[in-house]
């Protein structure tokens, strides 16, 4: 039997992320790669970027509203620009008036860009009952 899972997305969230999706398929593709893109070996500005996710992730996750950090990709208005980054996920973005300063992320870490993306409530899936995990 199967199971639905939430949340259960409008056509208006359907048609946006679609928009977001195509968006990266033409990036990756001006860009002369095949999609989907087999991981780069780490060097030179991937290895820098690594290595300032590895330092600055824990002091980012104290940030009120941060659910998650990862290297990637800045995008603006939904499209990727090729910049490396950090990415900073949060729960829901917040006016930057709404915050307190010593609540606001950088804009840049070391001259490495950040990059904030809203991404929901991010809860754990229920254990399978064919492995329990």
């Not at 104290?62 to 620009?81: D, F, K």
């Not at 008036?97 to 899936?125: F, K, M």
Request: aromatic fraction near 6%; glycine fraction near 10%.
């Amino acid at each position: 039997m199967k199971r639905e899972l939430g949340p259960t997305w409008s056509l208006q969230d359907r048609e946006a992320g679609q928009r977001f999706a195509n968006a990266w398929e033409e990036h990756f593709r001006a860009a002369g790669e095949q999609y989907p893109l087999e991981p780069a070996p780490a060097f030179g500005e991937d290895t820098r970027v690594t290595q300032l996710l590895n330092q600055q992730a824990p002091a980012l996750m104290r940030y009120p509203n941060v659910v998650g950090v990862s290297e990637g990709i800045r995008t603006r208005g939904g499209v990727p620009t090729g910049e490396r980054c950090l990415v900073v996920y949060v729960q829901r973005k917040v006016p930057r008036d709404q915050l307190s300063p010593d609540d606001v992320l950088p804009r840049g870490v070391d001259g490495v860009g950040v990059d904030v993306v809203e991404v929901g409530a991010i809860e754990p899936l229920p254990a399978s009952p064919k492995t329990g995990r």
